[in-house]
RNA sequence: GGCCUGUUGGUGAAGCGGUUAACACAUUGCCCUCUCAAGGCAACAUUCAUGGGUUCGAAUCCCAUACAGGUCACCA
């Protein structure tokens, strides 16, 4: 029996060859110092926030160097898969305006572009492995395995399936192997490491620098019994042959650099450059963790929808995090799109962030106080169609009113920055539709003296020409009322007055939104109207 | 436990042998002011995890230690 033949006994189901798919790809012919990149999300069903830290700095990339960012969908395990996985990453890249160049669904000349649909080249190039005798089939069971790391540990030794502890496995023959298939056996394929645990290698990391690491020794499966590679071998393969120029991924991987760059041997492949982002970090009872998908709700990027925070500032956000300098450059750049800034490696930093969820609130109201009233009234009720129905209804039949009241103080190089997301659009301002349920009187709370200054205000004050005339007659209620009209006046002698032109503006303020926080009074007062202020007034008395 | 990474204020960070240790968020105070939001001004690290060393000079270079994180699967 050949190798050859032994291989093909080995993959039964192999229909094509590694020089078959090494011919049938085309390396890419891009622009010099043009980046491949990719990102390779499992598709759980849940977007990670991850995933789109790692796009926002793969698509920047490739585009600003004129290279070519894809979405590799990594599904080798099959448990962990769910419907409709890929079409949700899909969506939340192309939502957060990650446009990337090819993938699934996308299309592209590297396609299937999903892990699932490419086991047959993964057998291919482990059929090579087999007939060139850098890896043998496996036949430990899992009890087996749970053993040995037992004896190990008990033994205080280096845990893992190498040496002599693979001896026998790798010394079988071709014909002990064959009996042991025809009996129906499970095998898996496990490299067959050349590496020694004393010798060094070493990967100059993008982000990292240079980084030393003993070398790989551990005899890692490369196919797995049901025939499905695991990442290890998957991603230098797909890497290798879909032209991918520099990996970026999650710290997490660091350590399993040294197997990587084993197989990138074995195979006679070039290793490409490696980016090992930090990971965003969360921090609980005062210890930091790396974002956690059961605990953190913000890890899953659909919180940021159900929240209503803007894309926009998710996206700022990330760059944030992912570029130093990148956050002068934004507040030196109003307006300029975010596609003119030059990311690099250089700024990325090597330890993890804590996630700060003050910051992203902060770029979220100010990113929010550039856009028009139309563009923020359309994004509240876009959002609200989803998870508010009735606020959606009020919005949808008062648009004018909605979009006057979202105007007021939004002009100027001071806008109002008081939404900084849908959710809260609800609160500040639902008193523009319907008479306040609840009043949050201030300094002045006595029953009487509300109902005096309100009776007067609207017999004898109320005005809605314009702001000067509307206050200017306010100030005139309180001379009349005996309330300091003049701030000032009323700081310095506090005593001579019963309060100030302040305390009575509030109370016409919560008598008519019940609240005491409100953008300028005149311009709600000019949006309802003086029949609608008469009415809350009465209602009221 | 082995291997790897990281450590500058409450947070994100700049810093690359000589700086008053940038900037931003948060916080506090003042100003503006009919409230709130915004805005303006100011305060907030004598010290860069700790201890040694090199140097005229160290956050920056070297060595130890501590702490934190990651990883040691037929998961990614």
Redesign the pocket.
Known sequence: MTREEYASMLFPNCKHDRAYYEKKYKRRELPEGAFVTRI???PTGFVHIGTLFQSVIATKLASQSGGVSYVRI?D??QK?EIENGKEAILKAVSDYDMPFNEGPIIGGDYAPYVQSERVDIYQAFAKDLIIRDLAYPSF???EE?AKL?DEQARL?Q????FGKWAAKERAYTMEEVMEKVNNGE???IRLKSQGDFENKVFIDDAI??R????ENDMD??II???G?P???FAHPVDDYLMGTTVVIRG??????VPLHLEIFKALGIEPIKYAHT??I?K?EDG????ISKRKDPEANVEYYTKMGIPKEAVKVYLL??AN??F??WY?ANPGVSTDEFKMTF??M??????F?T??L??IA?TFLSTVSAEDLYERILNWARVYDESFASILDSNRDKAISFLDI?RHGN?????IGMYSEARDTMMYMFESPEKYDWQKITDKNEIASILKTYMDKYYDDTD?DAW?SKVKEMCDELGYASD?KAYKKNPEEFKGS??DV??VI?VGITGS???????DIIKILGRDEVEKRINKLL
């Open positions: 390779g999300p499992s990594e080798t395990d962990r430990i069971t899992e395995l790391t205080k280096r845990i893992g399936y499970s095998y898996t990292k620098g980084i030393e690491f003993p890692s499966v797995k019994s049901n499905i695991p990442y290890h710290e997490e991987w660091l350590s399993s930090s990971s970090q921090e210890k930091r963790r790396k944030t995090l130093s300098n956050e002068e507040l250089e700024k930093s090597g330890s993890g962030a804590l700060d003050e910051k609130n902060n109201k103080e001071k806008p109002r920055k008081d702001n206050f701030m032109v302040a503006s509030t303020r005491s926080r409100t953008p300028n009074l005149f």
